[in-house]
T-cell receptor, first 114, second 106 residues
Framework: EAQVTQNPRYLITVTGKKLTVTCSQN?????MSWYRQDPGLGLRQIYY???????DKGDVPEGYKVSRKEKRNFPLILESPSPNQTSLYFC?????????????FGPGTRLTVL | EDQVTQSPEALRLQEGESSSLNCSYT??????LFWYRQDPGKGPEFLFT???AGEEKEKERLKATLTKKESFLHITAPKPEDSATYLC???????FGAGTRLAVHP
């Protein structure tokens, strides 16, 4: 089944404790991205990647890191999480980075930073 | 600053009561728009791509239209299973609208 998977689905952590949220897609998509979703603010893009070893900042990149060493994986790293990073996070992928292609979203990771 | 505004924030309809959702954006120099549906606890699911002003797309009870500055999602004779949050996004995917929460009651 074609899908985007994220792990963990739920995570409660404390301020300053480094964490990684994994994202994997099995559709051989070039483009992958991370979003956070907060009530009343909609989805905001954190980082995106147009292909392996190519990443760039989205709308709200501060406090986050990403890497794209393999085409299928795009982990999101929070080196020193803070309470304002408590949010619902989505990973997404798309066949191409150019043009009007739809994105496929993962099931989400709900992160709470105490 | 680029902005995407959706209205209303929430909409309650009776089954069979048609209505429209609005999406307007101020992202300059871009054409086209995406519509997504999001069910509680799940990731957004793609509905439509509108490429240019004047274009229309239909899927079951949903019809999306696009002008130069805004888009409408028309829902005709909705059913309870249409209850969800509907999101719009301009090209480049940097931002999505906050969405319209639709509740359709029997």
């Amino acid at each position: 089944e074609a899908q985007v998977t994220q792990n963990p689905r739920y995570l409660i952590t404390v301020t300053g404790k480094k964490l990684t949220v994994t994202c994997s897609q099995n559709m051989n998509h070039e483009y992958m991205s991370w979003y956070r979703q907060d009530p009343g603010l909609g989805l905001r893009q954190i980082y995106y990647s147009m292909n392996v070893e190519v990443t760039d900042k989205g709308d709200v990149p501060e406090g986050y890191k990403v890497s794209r060493k393999e085409k299928r994986n795009f982990p999101l790293i929070l080196e020193s999480p803070s309470p304002n990073q408590t949010s619902l996070y989505f990973c997404a992928s798309s066949p191409k980075s150019q043009g009007m292609n739809e994105q496929f979203f993962g099931p989400g990771t709900r992160l709470t930073v105490l | 600053e680029d902005q995407v505004t959706q209205s209303p924030e929430a909409l309650r309809l009776q089954e069979g009561e048609s209505s429209s959702l609005n999406c307007s954006y101020t992202v300059s120099g871009l054409r086209g728009l995406f519509w997504y549906r999001q069910d509680p606890g799940k990731g957004p699911e793609f509905l439509f791509t509108l490429y240019s002003a004047g274009e229309e797309k239909e899927k079951e009870r949903l019809k999306a239209t696009l002008t130069k500055k805004e888009s409408f999602l028309h829902i005709t004779a909705p059913k309870p299973e249409d209850s969800a949050t509907y999101l719009c996004a301009p090209p480049l995917w940097l931002i999505f609208g906050a969405g319209t929460r639709l509740a359709v009651h029997p």
